[in-house]
């Protein structure tokens, strides 16, 4: 034992106590209790240090002197070593110094040297205040006790102390062989034990020793308790860029902490240790969080710890007060002492709430401050309650306040005001349009008397609120409210559901971050937006409300971004009265009502949204409203896809529309809108629908494969459709019918089980440079008193005639081209009337023009030409006006007229270059069927059998009567156009003059009659 000289220690070796009394005096010390008087401290076995003179006692110097054998005079700097001249560990005297520590000095020896090369060694240097005015720290370090002072962090550059001479070899041996026990042989259990007795910053201490009790103050259930025992979270919190995470959360980014970072983690974290406890120091400027992922070095818990230690705690349950941390029993005074502290400028301070009920605190917040809650589940454990006015509001000068992770509750009393709807006036979701009324009614309690549960208001008012529970039961007002210029928080994964009132309310220029919260079943909207509000909302569900959606009124805006809305009772998003939001990405499905409403003016964008599955239609517009609906997918409405009505207008262009229950987009009541570029197929109806004198502009639209018409056009209506493609329906193209009018121009009209452009009762459109081919019923049909003007189209490669006129229609006919029809050109009858002129009709299978049954048209310089039959067909005491028609190269001649034919040619006809196929046939003595088979029908003689018992609906042609009905009583019966039934085998008997005899019905005087659409009849 080397004997302290001037306290007058005696040479014995024997201590006054034993190294295991010694051992667990300090633990008890570690563990709370009070540390024995100075002078009945016991002596070291090898050297026993006093802590020196207090401030008050008279001393040597000003400085504190260590009482002992050490010369501190005789310091220097410590210089490399080399390994070839150290001697071996425990073999020598050991070599005393001490380690930066935050302020304490560390026996070391030799051994360590090695462990912590290249580490600085300072000797204590503290001031008598510093020793006066910190509490002791109680190091255990292999046999010997030493009492050191905490100090500041120290600056890491320093000298060793010269070692102690070795007195004894026994007193050595003693050392060597109890400090080998401690640092290597006992078992690491052992260690665990002990180092569970000690507090964060007396790990923090072992962790400085050697590279052994590094590793173990660094495990991961020591910090685990440490950290539990003080925030009582179950698994590790840490600061980010954005608030606070739990350690797994997904949107949590972890890193592995670098070596270097590792290493002085300890030193970093006792420094700051002394500070935060007392002086309630904060986070260093870190603008992103290294979060360890392993045990050992890199140890969750403890840099959690490290980044949560300045907190001060709400813990009014907490009987113990320790003396390391700050604790109040109410928010408000953890609050009030805070304040001052943020004034100053630096960093926020941390307030961590503990589980508990805390009823009817004010919380008024106007300085940075971070609320957390504590606790297993702290968003369910801690709640703050309130019953008037509000819970929590935060005012001017909360520019970086937080609160996180508990549950905010607006208790109403049953004093408060009635709500400003009744619940039984929300039956009526609909007005007399069809269109939802949820958001206007509930518009009219702006000016009730209202309670919030959150309120945030002001300039320079930005606080964050992460992970809270926020509900309210007042029925006027709104479980958040964001109000004025310069309002700008951030609400994130907040859960704002059963609320009496509006979940989300922001207005008055008010802005703002609120992304990925959970805002359902609110009594009326779960957002309103009003009065110059722009907030940006991204990923929220929004979804089973007993109202509105989102509701953005009176001149509201914002942004919202990645948001599912569904299943609410009216719309799913509702634009009112000037408001303009930005809606993109987002779905809006399943709504009771419809999936957008936007009326009275409304504007805003909707881009890139997926509508789908309402209950009506996906999108309203309606009342001068103008919005954009752009690149969206509109599908599985239980009615229509976008529905314009009552002066609506807008653009809607770039979207998918698709199996709606009715029309994909529906144009009424005086609505102008712009339709452009969109895909509308396979609707279980139609594809656009206008009516009662809608209007727009349709165009660059593909529309195909619908239920019933691509387009319908009705009652007054006069839209112009331009450069759509519009086909593969299964009925008509086009349908204009019952005084519908407008503007068909450079579309493409194909492939219609029906005609491609249906016109009848009154119908009168223009259709101009459009494509009309491939229709199984023909091109253009025009019935029922339709007129209309078709001027440079092309008509080709119908089923059926390319266009019929019939039943009292006069269309007029100017410049098309009408070809390669697999009937007729065009088929006038039963009284059809109209003008063609100028028209090219040529290669059709039929007559180029075929008139019947009282029809009389006037044609005026056509170009009738290379037919596969006729170029002008009259028959059935049809008539009409020829006028300068060049008719040439047909096979069946030029002009047919049957018998009692009469047509009034005008002159400049001219017929050239015709083939007279049918009297060839006759002069040969074939059977017309020969050349006609039963697809054409040659204008000829014909001849009944009454022999044959044939009827009126036989004909027999000249040849068949001299051969193969010789002898029989036969009769003349007319000339017009037919084909020979007795060549088609239709007949008893084998016609003598054909070859193997052709499967037919009756013969037809007329080509077949179109199909007409019925689509009228299937009302929207």
């Known amino acids: 034992m080397y004997p302290n000289e001037e306290n007058g220690c005696g040479s014995s070796s024997t201590p006054d106590k034993t190294d295991g009394d010694k051992i667990r005096a300090s633990a008890s010390r570690r563990r709370g209790f009070p540390s024995p008087p100075r002078e009945d401290r016991p002596e070291c076995p090898q050297a026993v240090v006093d802590e020196g003179s207090g401030a008050d006692e008279p001393g040597p110097s000003t400085s504190r002197e260590m ?15 080399h390994h070839h001249h150290r001697p071996k560990p425990f073999d020598s005297e050991p070599r005393h110094g001490s380690r930066a520590a935050g302020g304490r000095n560390i026996p070391l020896s030799q051994d360590d040297d090695e462990d912590l090369e290249g580490e600085a060694f300072v000797p204590d240097d503290s001031s008598p205040a510093d020793s006066q005015r910190d509490r002791n720290v109680e190091c255990i370090f292999r046999t010997t006790t030493v009492s050191l002072p905490k100090r500041s962090p120290p600056i890491m550059t320093a000298v060793p102390p010269k070692r102690l001479k070795r007195e004894c070899s026994e007193e050595a041996d003693l050392r060597n062989s109890a400090s080998t026990y401690f ?32 590793t173990v103050s660094n495990d991961s259930n020591l910090w685990k308790r440490v950290f539990q025992s003080v925030f009582e979270y179950s698994r590790p919190l840490f600061r980010t ?26 030193a970093y974290m006792l420094a700051h240790l002394h500070h935060g406890y007392r002086q309630r120091q904060r986070l260093p400027p870190e603008t992103t969080t290294r979060v360890p992922t392993t045990n050992g070095a890199n140890c969750a818990w403890k840099e959690s710890f490290r980044q949560l230690r300045y907190a001060v705690h709400v813990w009014p349950r907490r009987k113990k007060k320790d003396s390391h941390l700050v604790v109040f029993d109410t928010i408000e005074q953890a609050l009030r002492s805070c304040e001052s502290q943020s004034r100053q400028g630096s960093k926020p301070p941390l307030v961590v709430v503990h589980p508990g009920v805390y009823r009817n605190e004010q919380v008024v917040i106007n300085f940075d401050v971070h609320l957390i809650g504590a606790g297993p589940d702290p968003a369910a454990d801690v709640i703050l309650d309130r019953d008037s006015d509000y819970t929590v509001v935060f005012l001017e000068g909360a520019r970086d306040a937080y609160i996180g992770y508990m549950t905010l509750r607006f208790n109403a009393d049953a004093s408060a005001s009635p709500p400003f709807v009744a619940v039984a006036d929300r039956n009526q979701a609909q007005n007399n349009n069809g269109a939802p009324a949820g958001g206007a009614m509930a518009a009219a309690a702006a000016h009730n008397p209202r309670h919030y549960c959150v309120e945030i208001t002001g300039p320079n008012c930005s606080p964050t609120l992460e992970k809270c529970v926020i509900r309210s039961s007042s029925v006027a007002g709104a479980a958040v409210c964001v109000s004025g210029q310069g309002a700008n928080p951030v609400i994130r994964n907040c859960d704002i559901s059963d609320c009496e009132n509006v979940g989300l309310f922001v207005t008055d220029s008010a802005e703002g971050l609120y992304e990925g919260n ?4 609110n009594a009326l909207a779960g957002v309103w937006v009003k009065n110059q509000a722009n907030p940006i909302m991204r990923r929220n569900h929004i979804h089973h409300g007993r109202d509105v959606g989102v509701f953005t009124f009176d001149g509201g805006r914002g942004y919202f971004e990645g948001n599912d809305i569904h299943d609410n009772r009216i719309a799913g998003f509702e634009v009112k009265a000037g408001a303009d939001p930005f809606v993109v990405g987002c779905e809006i499905h399943h709504g009771q009502t419809g999936g957008v409403y936007i009326h009275e003016h409304g504007l805003g964008q909707f881009v ?23 690149r969206n997918e509109i599908y599985d409405g239980h009615q229509g896809g976008v529905y314009i009505f009552g002066d609506g207008r807008g653009v809607i262009e770039y979207n998918n529309i698709h199996g709606n229950s009715l029309a994909g987009i529906q144009i009424r009541t005086n609505s102008h809108p712009i339709v452009r570029h969109n895909r509308i197929h396979h609707g279980q109806h139609g594809g656009v629908y206008v009516h009662e004198k809608g209007q727009g502009l349709i165009e660059e639209n593909e529309i195909y494969a619908n239920t019933l018409a691509g387009v319908w056009i009705t009652t007054g209506s006069t839209p112009v459709l331009r450069r759509n493609r519009i086909h593969s329906g299964k009925q008509v193209g086009v349908y204009f ?18 005609s491609g452009v249906q016109i009848r009762t009154g119908s009168n459109p223009v259709i101009r440079r459009n494509k009309i081919w491939g229709g199984q019923n023909g091109g253009v049909l025009v019935y029922n008193g339709g007129l209309g003007l078709l001027e440079g189209n092309e008509i080709f490669e119908n089923a059926m005639a390319g266009v019929w006129i019939k039943t009292d229609s006069t269309p007029t006919l100017r410049r098309n081209k009408i070809y390669d029809g697999r009937d007729g050109g065009v088929c006038i009858f039963s009284n059809g009337k109209g003008v063609l002129e100028e028209n090219d009709i040529f290669r059709n299978a039929q007559a180029g023009v075929l008139i019947s049954t009282g029809s009389h048209p006037v044609l005026r310089r056509n170009r009738i030409f290379d037919g596969l039959a006729a170029g002008i067909e009259i028959t059935n005491n049809a008539s009409a006006t020829l006028e300068r028609n060049h008719i040439f190269n047909n096979r069946f001649g030029g002009l047919c007229l049957a018998s009692g034919v009469q047509p009034l040619i005008v002159g400049g006809n001219e017929m050239y270059n015709n083939l007279d196929a049918v009297n060839g046939a006759v002069a040969r003595g074939l059977c017309l069927y020969k050349i006609s088979s039963y697809t054409s029908f040659p204008m000829h003689d014909f001849y009944r059998c009454r022999t044959c018992r044939t009827t009126d609906r036989n004909a027999i042609c000249l040849n068949c009567i001299k051969s193969c009905h010789a002898g029989h009583d036969v009769e003349f019966i007319r000339h017009d156009r037919f084909f020979c039934d007795c060549g088609a085998g239709s007949l008893s008997g084998v016609c003598l003059l054909q070859g193997e005899p052709t499967q037919d019905t009756d013969t037809l005087y007329d080509s077949a009659a179109p199909m007409e659409s019925h689509t009228d009849m299937m009302g929207q």
């Open 183 to 214: 640092s290597y042989k006992l078992p690491d259990e052992v260690l665990l034990k002990i180092f569970s007795y000690l507090r964060e910053e007396d790990l923090c201490h072992v962790a400085q020793v050697c590279r052994r009790f590094h």
């Open 518 to 521: 959970e805002i359902s079943r």
């Open 241 to 266: 860029s954005s608030g606070y995470e739990f350690l797994g959360d997904s949107t949590h980014t972890t890193t592995t902490t670098s070596t270097s970072y590792t290493h002085h983690s300890n």
């Open 737 to 754: 019918y019952d005084n519908g009018h407008g503007c068909l121009e450079d579309n493409d009209i194909f492939n219609h089980l029906y």
């Open 608 to 630: 890139e949204n997926r509508i789908h599955s309402n209950t009506y239609a996906g999108v309203w517009i309606t009342s001068h409203s103008n919005p954009t609906i752009r």
């Open 67 to 81: 009482n002992t054998r050490y010369d501190w005079s005789q310091c220097r700097q410590l210089r490399p070593q």
